[in-house]
């Protein structure tokens, strides 16, 4: 079997150089899964919705390259990003006797690639692992870069490590069978690339918009390689987010909250960041740094790809008190990712008062 | 206060650079804690009989370097080294709204410079921290090399992180409220640097373990700084324990398997790695490497410094088993730190009825 769009975007950080491989049908391609790590057992994190429908066909393609391999179900939801199913990994690694050169393929979403990933970084304080993302949002963003974690009640993202994959084989061909609310959850973290970025980039979104809801397997290929290519440039600048990195969570200050706020699961974290780039445009028009129509422009791209724009409706001590748990935060202040300039962003501090009026004015009646 | 018997041993890995400051009074002494990473916040992880004792010199002492300080306590004692005490840390570090530059002090011996030591490389996936070792185990051994970890049912130390402190501040003076018991199982770990890399240290421990286990501060500042030379010549060469820092491990296939086997707490962990060290110069011997003299030079020296010398009765196929799970495993075979000759270690392989018979060779009737 042949990948078709197939291409590979190279991510170089000091924690490790590894290739993300593009392409349809790249994960039933023997070709994907060689001159990885050696060892004497391969083991899958999946979840039971993505491995009955992928979970055999990475099983056996992994079978040519590992003498034993087994697979380990999470329960599936970002709800369950918790010690418990993290636990079951480390349960399922010991009970199998896994050594310290077993590697870990994350087959799944966002939420089974930061686990696993997790699970990697920690076992044995450390195993060789793969990310085999299957949405959109783990294509373009999550699998790559190597931040991994689980929740706290207290806060999502809390618990991880930056720890690097292997590799990151992202097959177009599972996007097929998406549901569209996690497609368009995915296409929130595409259109970021663009106001942080490359507003090129954006105008091409915009001209295909339709074409990527619609499933257009070429339109997908360009948008996954071209976020993929800005994320590793980002990440091979500034692998701990000690600076420049920190522009990736563009929309997501105000998105962790609305996902906290509301409970982790009844707005997917797409969602919360598509209305969060919303309120974020909204933030830096209002700090004067980009014109009303920006605002505008942005809001329409996320509503035509299906996500909110209207911000739920919490108290607004809320919104700050989950806003200030956000891992930006340093000593009290609120720190947002805002646009300088169309293509260009930076984290700034903004007054509670202008943010609370910001989100006021984007929340529905 | 100025420290009497002072010196510095810096540690050198890609994880990073550090300072080991050893002397008397160095927990008071202001110095001690100038140059670390500024933040709003420091945070004590300490357990309640060491904080009782030095909990209040150091929050006075930090006082001074940072506007907030505040601490939490861990359960004491091995059998608490869980997923569970960790999260109290968590639970304190969020509650208390701390951010990515919070500053972690480990103050306490193995368990808790472990387990805050993971708590920091996890938290907001890594914050720095600082090891305030008040054991001698913990000073000359698991606060220096940036090993952190807690336990899982069924493995000691199987979740961790390679994770490097900004700085180790060993105060000698806290060796004088460690119990006897504890002091002989510190002195395990100082023992064990003779024979896998430096007999004339090792002739140096025969000839003032007497002085050492009476607390003569000059000997335990020799022993402290030698132990740390050449832990840091070690970790400085293999970070990452993919070969050559697996020697630091002497003795502990045998007494991770006794601790495991004894029930966590039963055996101190010094105490399994002393008859450990018997149990593996006896290995080596049997293989041919050394003479039966220096496997009994190892056991007087153990028995000396107040540890056990005959293993615990277990059924063999107990032992197997839990040697197996120890992360030195591959792939099923069971692999041990072995003397080559005296002063110089290697990982090797053993058969198992080799190793069943040295064992009950040297198990009490």
Chains 1, 2 share one sequence.
């Not at 069978?177 to 979104?205: C, H, N």
């Amino acid at each position: 079997m042949h990948a078709d769009h197939a291409s590979t975007v190279t991510v170089t950080t000091p924690g490790g150089r590894y290739d993300i491989r593009i392409g349809g049908g790249l994960l039933a391609d023997a070709a994907s899964w060689q001159g990885l790590p050696a060892a004497a057992h391969a083991v899958i994190v999946s979840n039971p919705v993505v491995n009955a429908l992928y979970g055999d066909a990475l099983h056996s393609a992994l079978s040519g390259a590992y003498p034993r391999v087994s697979r380990v179900l999470l329960p599936d939801g970002e709800a369950y990003k918790d010690w418990n199913s993290l636990n079951l990994v480390f349960d399922h690694l010991l009970a199998q006797g896994c050594d310290r050169k077993t590697v870990l393929f994350a087959l799944g979403g966002g939420v089974v690639g930061d686990m696993a990933g997790f699970a990697a970084a920690s076992y044995m304080r450390g195993v060789p692992f793969v990310q085999v993302p299957t949405t959109l949002l783990a294509q373009v963003d999550s699998s790559v870069g190597g931040k991994t974690a689980i929740n706290h009640p207290l806060g999502k993202n809390m618990i991880g490590a930056f720890y690097q994959p292997a590799r990151v084989v992202c097959d177009l061909a599972t996007l097929a069978t998406l549901p569209p609310r996690e497609l368009s959850a995915g296409l929130a973290e595409v259109i970021k690339y663009g106001p942080i970025a490359d507003m090129a980039f954006f105008d091409w979104i915009e001209a295909h918009i339709d074409a990527l809801r619609a499933g257009d397997r070429a339109a997908l290929a360009h948008a996954v390689r071209r976020s993929c290519e800005i994320k590793a440039e980002v990440v091979g600048q500034d692998e701990r987010e000690s600076g420049l990195r920190a522009i990736l969570n563009f929309g997501h200050t105000f998105g962790h909250a609305i996902e906290a706020g509301m409970g982790y699961g009844a707005w997917l974290h797409g969602e919360g960041v598509g209305c969060g780039m919303v309120l974020a445009s909204a933030l830096s028009a209002e700090l004067g740094l980009v014109p009303a129509a920006f605002v505008e422009r942005v809001a329409r791209l996320v509503e035509r790809a299906g996500l909110p724009v209207q911000a739920p409706s919490m108290p607004g001590a809320r919104w700050l008190e989950l806003m200030r748990v956000d891992k930006k935060a340093e000593a009290g202040s609120i720190r947002f990712v805002l646009i300088e300039e169309p293509g260009r962003a930076a984290v700034r501090p903004a007054p509670d008062e202008l943010v609370l009026r910001v989100i006021a004015r984007h929340t529905a009646a």
